[in-house]
């Protein structure tokens, strides 16, 4: 056991039974909100943590949380134990995004077009070089190499149809010690043959993931058919029989994006009661399915999301970027969890916090409020209560893995120009995520371990 101390300003969010447990109600750090955050999945209430002088203790050997609490209180506790003093900055838990696609990187910012002429003319043809182990390799460390410099430490991503994407992926990350899920694309019809494989081979494919990297150290796989345009029934069904037989595994697709992508859904499965009802004939909802988007969605979509568990993944920059509408939050959030997602390539940025930008002004469009505190609880703790990892991600709760960030919300000359005329916690954070990128991002650890340390050229 190899402990250090890291010292900074600490914010995290807490679920109500931690709350109680911590004594939170009696802690001068547990913040009372004017307004509760809306709260994901369970009904919970959400209290923000935040401690000016704080100090996080970790085992970089076993990559766990030992501790953390007010610094005097920690240094007294844990004596002889080296200590890395972050002065004014600010250490919260990793970022999660829900919803990426690795191979996307080599087509974000991709001019012109909505979703279907989108996927044809850049993405596909982007994917299909993934068919190559190196290449996969290669871009998959470059890519939690990105994700890691924008303060994400875990991830749901697509790898591309290919067997080798996501092994690759796999393989990269577990070198890291990184927790992802992954899966490899299932898609076998309406995209260019070298991207398309057969029904049966797609699925035992999964399952050779699942065999070999499901709960392999950090790693865990998620079923990933691309979305009901590009799988066959066929497909679908026996996507649906493989969930029910790996439990545990995950589950993500996309769902009602556009409306383009909702009328071809229509007409190819006439029989069905909508979109939605095409998922659920198949076998594919449940509490450990994402769908991502869920843009245009009817009373009774909601009600069965609500009652089988199934998880929405809001992309919010994607949905602007590709100019795919405005997703209602608050009517989303009292039927089922929700959780807050890049969706690159169809976003024009890995972070999370520029995201949350994004974010905010698709609720201001529709006459709803997105908070600082709901915000940032959104991509940490909230995300990973969607993904139903609470307790392994998301805070600092003792034995948590130590995925943490380390943010120098003046990183900027405009951000200190900003947050040094603020007076209050909250408007400093919404300033934080409305102004912030990859620059505020300072260092990032996984595991315990630093995996990436911004440089600065004073
Ligand atoms: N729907 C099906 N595939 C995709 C994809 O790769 N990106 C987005 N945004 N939507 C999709
Ligand atoms: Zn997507």
Redesign the pocket.
Known sequence: MTLHIYQARLLHYLVSDEAINNGCNSSPYCLQLQQPLMPVNHGDTIAPEYIPKGALVIDDKSGVIIDYGASHEILDKYQNVEVHDYGDKLIMPGFIDTHV?YP?LDIIAAYGEQ?LD??NNY?FVAEVKYGNAEYSCAKAEFFLNQLFANGTTSAMV?ATSHYCSANEFFKASSLLNSRMICGN?LMDQNAPNTLCVNAIQGIKDTQKLIDNWHNNGRQMVAITP??A??SSPEQLKLAGKLYLQNNGVYLQ??LA??QD?IAAVNEMYPQYQGYLDVYDQMGLLGRKTTL??GIYLNESEYQRLQQTGTQISH?PT?NLF?G?GLFDLPKTLSFTGVSIAT?V???TSLNLLSTLNEAYKIQQLQGNRLSAHQGLYQITLGNAQSLCLEDKIGNFAKGSEADFVVIDPKATPLLENRISQTSTLEEALFILMMLADDRVIEQTFIAGISRYRIKRHN
């Open positions: 696609h996307q979703l989108w996927l993405t697509f694309v691309r979305f345009i590009t697709t996309h994006e556009n992508e991502a988007h992309c994607s590709l795919s969706d390539g169809a976003e």
